[in-house]
């Protein structure tokens, strides 16, 4: 194998040059602020040049024992990416009718139903103006909706990525303050499964830390009254934590938020008037919630990132998909110009192929 490893060409050797930049990138981007969706983009530079690299490596040693178990793998990998795009709609429908059978029917528990139907029918679109309009008119239909798709599909793809790569925070047991992300109580007054999972979560840091350094967290339940409940939510997330053993003397409620940035703001005013100096803090909510929530922080000047509480498998896809149009809207004056410069440029491809 020595012997091999000098047998790659030098400018293999310089290529690696490549992903270590990136990565050097990303890793000082993501470690000075966790809560930027441009990191995903430097993490994909990273990640798929390091691929390329690792490919490109593999052919330069000539064993051809590790080049076939290199090209099983890939192969592998490739029909399974090319099964779930196969199967994809499908794979939304089947995900739609376990949430029907499950969730209430709101419109945000029928986001994969909306979707699926949509890559289903859209061939059919398609060829239907293709065969029903003149042809520029077609093109046009089928150029410009193309483009926004894939930059749709790019920065859903650069949000999940750093939606997954947010789930390795793991803050220090060193905490000052936890602040538990409120949600809908149930008949008015009771925790319901999710906001449970959120507080059995902060119930389990504060232990561990407890445990580790004779200090548990002070703990802010965060949550307004909504018009159908009776009692704020901050206040019944409070003495659930009580009554499953929490000190009162570690349990704060905030009861005015509505919002999620109103959370980390009027729970910001909490920590504040107690006089902690630069306060360690951390956020709780569920794992679809905690990037989103993160970037909200920033926004309201909260040096916090989050951790993440369970959430049932059937119920992600709807949520993700629901928290990716919040951050897409989030973000909608940008968004808008480069839609808008899309359409000018489909505009003047159509214009330059038929005139």
């Known amino acids: 194998m020595q012997d091999e490893l000098f047998n790659i060409p030098l400018v293999v050797y310089w290529g690696w040059l490549v992903p270590l930049f990136f990565g050097a990138v990303f890793f000082t981007c993501y470690a000075i602020e966790k809560r930027r969706l441009s990191n995903g983009i430097w993490f994909s530079l990273f990640f798929y040049s390091t691929m390329v690299m690792l490919a490109i490596s593999i052919i330069g ?93 790019f920065w859903f793809y650069n949000y999940l990525t750093m939606l997954v790569i947010y789930q390795f925070n793991h803050p220090r047991y060193r905490q000052d303050y936890l602040i ?9 007054n009771e925790v319901s499964p999710l906001l449970g999972q959120r507080i059995d979560r902060a119930l389990k840091f504060y232990r561990k830390q407890l445990r580790k350094i004779g200090q548990g967290p002070v703990i802010i339940f965060s949550g307004g009254q909504g018009g159908d409940e009776t009692v704020p939510e ?38 504040d008037a107690r006089g902690t100096v630069k306060p360690e803090i951390t956020f709780v909510t569920n794992g679809y919630h905690t990037f989103r929530a993160g970037m909200i922080a920033r926004k309201a000047g909260v040096p916090a990132n989050g951790i993440g509480a369970h959430t049932a498998k059937f119920f992600l896809p709807n949520a993700i998909i629901r928290e990716y149009i919040a951050v897409f809207v989030g973000n909608k004056r940008w968004h808008a110009v480069a839609i808008g410069l899309m359409f000018l440029l489909s505009l003047v491809m159509v214009w330059a192929e038929y005139h």
């Open 180 to 188: 538990v992300l409120g949600a809908g109580l149930l008949n008015g």
């Open 61 to 153: 040693l000539g064993n051809k024992l590790l080049f076939g178990f290199s090209l099983i793998i890939f192969i592998g990998v490739i029909l399974l990416i090319g099964l779930a795009f196969a199967l994809q709609a499908f794979l939304l429908l089947w995900n739609a009718w376990i949430v029907w059978r499950r969730e209430s029917h709101t419109l945000a528990n029928m986001l994969t139903l909306f979707l699926g139907l949509a890559i289903l029918l859209a061939p059919f679109i398609v060829r239907l103006t293709s065969l029903y309009l003149p042809v520029p008119v077609a093109t046009f239909i089928n150029l410009f909706p193309g483009m926004v798709i894939f930059y749709i599909f």
């Open 234 to 271: 901050g206040v019944a997330m409070r003495q659930y934590a009580i009554d499953h053993g929490l000190p009162p003397e570690q349990a704060l409620a905030e009861d005015q938020s509505k919002t999620t940035y109103e959370n980390m703001v009027f729970s910001k005013k909490i920590i």
